[in-house]
């Protein structure tokens, strides 16, 4: 469950987020639905944020083995 | 050269002073001396006439201009590199040595390299690929493919070594530290150059977990920028399922796999500008984003306590309580109108009775009973007899006077 959350990519939930927003603009959602909703934008709020705050990365190499199988190593040109 | 050709036409005479016999062979051995001695390193220019490009791979030609032609031959081992495509009525600049086909007695120019004159070699294949690949539609838009908007892990093919991995590392460094790059090194000129990166965008399909690709190079002269000009790059750009950014060289710098490329960039820093978005700009659009969906929520509830609380300011809320408390008005009224008459009742009364009193005192029959009255009454139902009329002979009747009484028999009824 949380592995599948945090998979979820950054564009989906903040076109998610996004549409939430319209969602509650629109002002026609009973109190129920708005708390639902509302919670589930603040989660994707904190997911994008986690996401854009994500650790830098350093450079990779891609590595063809013989046998036709990649890999990835790191390269230390910084 | 016309010197050294008359140095040797002046060499061999002294030999031959009388009438020589030559043989065709000798002759011809001694033409060919001199003639390939005489040509070697020439510049020729014409126009190609009679192309023919042989089974053996050899390619057959004959340069002319408006008087004479002269026939060249251009072997595979030398043609194999020709950047663009000889053809008739090109005009062209040839690097040939004479030679001397002695068995027909012809002479040829053996092609070292063929240049289009006027223009540039490399500047004429480069428009002869382009001319080819575009009619072939690799340049249509409708093969572009979408840039993704957040890659997460972006291919580079290109050098180790070169400005433009660091270019784009820093890049990415600055905008959006968390996209992984992968590189997939690969030499960006020289023999051989456009074969690996080709390799290298097929070998990033078949690992398959990039979601974009920068391929190029930082700036260079025509000739270093050149791979990226073979059509094997062209064909490979266009072949990936993966978008491909193209940044080769500097702005002005136009190459083939820019024209294939499902988007091009001037410079191997802009490609990296345009794979990620700015981290800073996403944070405050998120911000904002938040801020909305905060202030419309707080807009929602405050909407409904709004509603709530006109429900409780409601008429027809308050109708019950105004009742009540109008029942109460009524019934203190009442009370208090209930009291003022019974105490007016009570008073009325009161006055009434002193007043009865007095008259009553006045019509104590005690009173009358001082004056010498008395009062007859039956005995048997002690009747007040008000009237002869009312008694018979023999009834027992009883006298009360002021001071005690006595009890008689009537004797005898009078008539008035």
């Given at each position: 469950m949380g592995k599948s959350k945090e998979d979820i990519d950054f564009e989906k939930a903040l076109e998610k987020l996004e549409s939430i927003v319209a969602t509650l603009e629109k002002g026609d959602c009973t109190l129920k639905e708005s708390m639902e909703i509302f919670e589930e934008g603040m989660k994707l709020v904190k997911l994008c944020e986690l996401k854009l705050n994500e650790a830098e990365r350093l450079l990779q190499k891609l590595v063809k083995?013989?046998?036709?199988?990649?890999?990835l190593e790191q390269l230390d040109n910084a | 050269m016309i010197s050294s050709l008359d140095e040797n036409i002046y060499s061999i005479s002294p030999k031959n002073p009388d009438r020589t016999i030559y043989t065709v062979s000798h002759l011809t051995r001694e033409i060919k001396l001199v003639l390939q001695q005489g040509f070697t390193n020439l510049w020729v220019e014409g126009e190609i006439s009679n192309f023919k490009r042989h089974d053996s791979g050899h390619i057959y030609f004959s340069l002319k201009d408006r008087e004479a032609q002269i026939s060249c031959v251009m072997w595979r081992g030398r043609n194999q590199n020709l950047l663009f495509q000889p053809q008739d009525g090109m005009k062209v600049l040839v690097l040939a040595d004479l030679t001397v086909?002695?068995?027909?007695?012809?002479?040829q120019l053996d092609v070292v390299q063929i240049r289009p004159a006027g223009i540039g070699e490399l500047q004429f294949a480069f428009q002869q690929l382009k001319t080819r690949l575009e009619e072939e539609g690799l340049f249509s838009a409708e093969h572009k493919k979408q840039i993704p908007k957040y890659p997460r892990m972006i291919g580079v093919v290109t050098s180790p070594t070169g400005a433009a991995i660091r270019d784009i590392q820093n890049v990415i460094r600055r905008r959006f530290p968390s996209v992984q790059l992968i590189l997939r090194p690969v030499r960006v000129q020289g023999e051989g150059a456009a074969e690996e990166i080709a390799q290298a965008i097929h070998d990033f399909n078949d690992y398959g977990n990039v979601d974009l690709l920068i391929v190029g190079r930082g700036g260079g002269s025509i000739e270093d920028l050149w791979a990226f000009n073979?059509?094997?790059?062209?064909?490979?750009?266009?072949?990936?399922?993966?978008?491909?950014?193209?940044?080769?060289?500097?702005?002005?710098?136009?190459?083939?796999?820019?024209?294939v490329a499902d988007l091009r960039a001037p410079t191997p820093s802009a490609a990296a500008e345009l794979a990620v978005p700015d981290k800073k700009e996403l944070l405050f659009t998120l911000d904002t984003v938040k801020k909305r969906m905060v202030q419309?929520?707080?807009?929602?509830?405050?909407?409904?306590?709004?509603?709530?609380?006109?429900?409780?300011?409601?008429?027809?809320?308050?109708?019950?309580?105004d009742m009540v408390r109008e029942y109460r008005l009524r019934v203190d009224d009442i009370t208090r109108n209930l009291k003022d008459r019974y105490n007016f009742f009570i008073d009325t009364f009161r006055t009434k009775v002193f007043s009865s009193a007095d008259k009553l005192e006045t019509l104590n029959p005690e009173n009358v009973l001082q004056r010498g009255y008395s009062i007859t009454s039956r005995l048997d139902d002690d009747q007040i007899i008000k009237s002869s009329e009312e008694l018979n002979e023999e009834d027992a009747v009883r006298i009360r006077f002021a001071h005690g009484a006595a009890l008689g028999t009537i004797y005898k009824i009078e008539e008035n």
């Open positions: 083995e013989n046998d036709g199988e990649f890999r | 086909y002695e068995k027909y007695g012809r002479y073979e059509e094997v790059v062209a064909r490979a750009i266009f072949d990936s399922k993966i978008p491909i950014i193209s940044a080769v060289g500097h702005e002005i710098d136009f190459s083939i796999a820019d024209f419309s929520y707080q807009r929602a509830i405050s909407s409904l306590q709004e509603r709530i609380s006109s429900i409780e300011r409601s008429y027809g809320l308050h109708l019950p309580f």
